[in-house]
């Protein structure tokens, strides 16, 4: 069966099949159209099983936030198997050839939201942070006037918001460094109410606060300042006053859980993101590691020429996120090997949050 599997970029003319695949794995309420193009940032990728078009996917270009970098990133995203060519590992060896795709285009890191987690970790992905998933009852935001100037911000103009953003998602591993283009599709075909709060721009939120009794979604929120972040606790108590739960998102470090959770508040950890390590070599190299002194194993081959870190793909992915780090895994004895290249590796791979705060 390996031998008749072909995995490559779709072609213009395979676009068709693409979306063929995607509707009957999907569904036509997910892609009702009836031709479909890659949007600026995307790539299509098809995979056929002889002459048979079988898997589908896209990979999107995330440029991506990494230890003080920006490295090359790819967010894997409607990935599809036709019913008919389940169950022999098709879809695995495809997954296997994309992780392939992707170093040869010179990505380094990969991301996606992974419908089932077992699947894609033999694939090298593993749950690298989260986003916290808040719902709290009206009555229970604090009380918190705020004293930054509150304005709505057209969708035309994200510009203003930009600089607020790329602070906030530079905290974290994982989070896009966002194009026009990505901000674009971040905020959809039916663009929100965005308000944002200070000049220039200290915190921002958006969301569609439509109804009475109902609960008030917030679509995104970030801040860079303290101020900027209680100022938009305050607008959404403003916003809420006729609902019933606001429910939003933040990144592990969360301002509302170090300040203000209550009693009957609910926080979820939510939609664990899986990373993969595409070319390792590249990342440690960005951060100054020197090789002869660590190796270990990745994909059949030997990083590093110095002695062994026994450290697997699915830990190393971890180790690179920071989320969990390496110092979790040495202190539970889950990456072991020659002591002098684990401590060597744990100056270089410290702890951080990781948060990619796309939706694909």
């Not at 392939?100 to 970790?121: C, D, I, M, N, T």
């Not at 390496?326 to 100056?347: I, S």
């Amino acid at each position: 069966m390996e031998d008749s599997l072909d995995l490559r970029w779709a072609r213009p003319d395979e676009y068709r099949e693409t979306l063929r695949i995607w509707k009957r794995v999907y569904g036509p309420d997910i892609f009702p159209e009836e031709t479909i193009e890659p949007i600026e940032f995307q790539r299509f990728v098809v995979g056929y099983v002889g002459d048979q078009a079988a898997f589908a996917a896209i990979v999107c270009d995330y440029p991506t936030f990494w230890r003080g970098e920006v490295v090359r990133g790819a967010g894997v995203a409607a990935v599809g198997t036709l019913p008919e060519f389940r169950g022999g590992r098709v879809g695995q060896q495809m997954m296997d050839r994309l992780m392939g795709l992707l170093k040869e285009a010179k990505y380094e890191v990969a991301s996606l939201y992974g419908f089932r987690e077992p699947f894609y970790r033999k694939s090298g992905f593993e749950a690298c942070g989260w986003r916290w998933r808040i719902s709290c009852p009206v009555h229970q935001l604090p009380k918190i006037s705020g004293e930054l100037e509150v304005r709505e911000v057209s969708p035309d103009y994200v510009a203003e918001l930009m600089g607020c953003y790329r602070q906030f998602a530079a905290r974290f591993n994982g989070s896009c460094d966002r194009t026009p283009e990505h901000w674009k599709r971040r905020l959809g075909k039916k663009p929100p109410q965005i308000y944002a709060v200070g000049k220039p721009v200290e915190g921002y939120l958006w969301t569609n606060p439509y109804g009475f009794w109902n609960d008030l979604e917030i679509g995104e929120i970030a801040w860079t300042t303290a101020r900027g972040y209680e100022s938009l606790l305050g607008l959404m108590r403003t916003l809420a006053i006729n609902k019933t739960n606001v429910i939003w998102n933040e990144p592990p470090e969360s301002g509302f859980g170090r300040r203000f959770v209550d009693g009957g508040v609910e926080m979820i950890k939510n939609r664990p993101t899986m990373f993969a390590a595409v070319d390792p070599e590249s990342l440690l190299n960005r951060l100054g590691a020197e090789f002869e002194e660590f190796s270990f194993e990745f994909m059949g081959q030997t990083i590093g020429t110095g002695p062994l870190v026994e450290i697997d793909r699915l830990q190393l992915a971890q180790a690179l996120m920071g989320s969990p780090s390496l110092d979790e895994m040495v202190n539970w004895g889950e990456v072991t090997g020659d002591a002098g290249a684990v401590e060597y590796l744990r100056k270089f791979l410290r702890p951080m949050s990781a948060c990619c705060m796309e939706f694909f």
